[in-house]
């Protein structure tokens, strides 16, 4: 059974039989893993209190093989994220992060641009800041690193070049703007995105991580982005993250 070593940050941590528990990581080198940490839930633990979700871990697991759930023999913390857990509109910001990657993801599939946003993600969340800003602007990026990057090039449809001139308007369930003459045909559930909300979203994907902070959005940009990603996750995954005005974790 061979050995894994990795560093990642933990998805989630669920309840397992009687003293055990299943621990998602999204790792660095492995992209998402499973193990089961035995004794995890026994007073008396060698894991102590490192299994909980936003943890950043090195961690040590024996797998059999690539498709088999490991066993969990080390955990070292080495970051906890405490403050995150010190307020509610931060931990929710952390929640939505996290659950984003466990749903867009699948096992065994590492994306190391992804974990270094994630990583970044958490670490930029502060009571002090704008944590729902840093949220879209997390969403927003870590969308550009995946097969779920939205389109704006170009009509999702026909495939006519799009006018940056002009509003455009968006289809969550095909996963880009739409040209007028399609829109008209009827495709579904359309949101208007204004040019400054298409050049905001421009922007957070292209932008390094350590300057995604000086974008800002206000009003109707704002407003029309949050609605659009909001949208746009909840037709790839077939759930939305959890909100800012009522969380269950």
């Known amino acids: 059974m061979p050995l894994v070593r990795t560093r990642g940050v933990i998805l989630r ?9 299943i ?12 193990g089961v940490a035995r004794g995890a839930r026994r007073m008396k ?22 498709e088999a759930l490991g066993q969990i023999s080390q955990i070292d913390l080495v970051a906890s994220y405490s403050s995150i857990r010190e307020d ?27 974990f270094a946003a994630l990583v970044h993600g958490l670490e930029a969340l502060s009571p002090e800041e704008d944590v729902a800003l840093t949220t879209l602007l997390f969403q927003i990026h870590v969308l550009s690193h995946t097969g779920f990057r939205p389109q ?25 703007v739409v040209c007028q003459e399609c829109v008209q045909r009827g495709m579904g559930r359309m949101l208007s995105l204004s040019k ?3 050049a905001f979203i421009e922007q957070a994907r292209r932008l390094a ?22 949208a746009y996750f909840q037709a790839i995954v077939g759930k939305s993250l959890p909100t800012f005005d009522q969380w269950i974790c």
């Open 88 to 114: 509610l509109t931060v931990m929710t910001a952390a929640a939505r992060m996290v659950r984003m990657v466990d749903a867009i993801t699948v096992a065994h599939d590492p994306n190391p641009a992804m």
């Open 152 to 176: 704006f090039d170009c009509c999702t449809e026909c495939g006519k070049p799009a006018q940056h001139h002009r509003p455009q308007w968006f289809s969550p369930q095909l996963g880009g």
């Open 23 to 34: 621990v998602t990581v999204y790792s660095h080198n492995l992209g998402k893993i499973r």
């Open 209 to 230: 991580l350590p300057h995604l902070s000086r974008l800002k959005a206000m009003g109707s940009v704002r407003m029309e982005v949050e609605t659009a990603m909001e």
């Open 45 to 66: 633990t060698r894991f102590g209190g490192v299994l909980e979700p936003f943890g950043l871990i090195d961690l040590t697991l024996f797998q059999k093989t690539a």
């Open 196 to 198: 400054g909300s298409v």
């Open 13 to 21: 941590s669920q309840r397992w039989g009687d003293a055990d528990r």
